[in-house]
């Protein structure tokens, strides 16, 4: 079991940036692939960003390609988000999850993830 709990969401102009962070139980952290999801109102969840547990391979959705980073701390259970060149049509509420323990790949699917957070909200001002 692993539970996860963002934060670090919060209200930005355009062009600013933000580093979202999710904090994970459990001892066995290192062994999940973990990606961020979000959800704009009145649309699906969709898939920003993964990064695999074991060949650290990153993957990235084409509207946030060049602008925001995935990356995580093993020995802090933490996977974090670097926000960059923020724009209004990134607001949404900002998801992490976990696949695993070994998932062989890394997945764009919200089906393939097991564990979920709550959500931590982003909203960037025009």
């Known amino acids: 079991q692993v539970q996860l709990v963002e934060s670090g969401g919060g209200l930005v102009q355009t062009g600013g940036s933000l580093r979202l962070s999710c904090a994970a139980s459990?001892?066995?952290?290192?062994?999940?692939?973990m990606a961020w999801f979000r959800q704009a109102p009145g649309k699906e969840r969709v898939f920003v960003a993964t990064k695999h547990w074991n060949t650290g391979k990153t993957a990235y959705a084409d509207s946030v390609k060049g602008r925001f980073t995935i990356s995580r701390d093993n020995a802090k259970n933490t996977v974090y988000l670097q926000m960059d060149s923020l724009k209004p049509e990134d607001t949404a509420v900002y998801y992490c999850a976990a696949d695993g323990p070994y998932a062989s790949s890394w997945s764009t699917d919200t089906y393939e993830y097991d564990y979920w957070g709550q959500g931590t909200q982003v909203t960037v001002s025009s």
């Open positions: 459990g001892r066995t952290f290192s062994m999940y692939t």
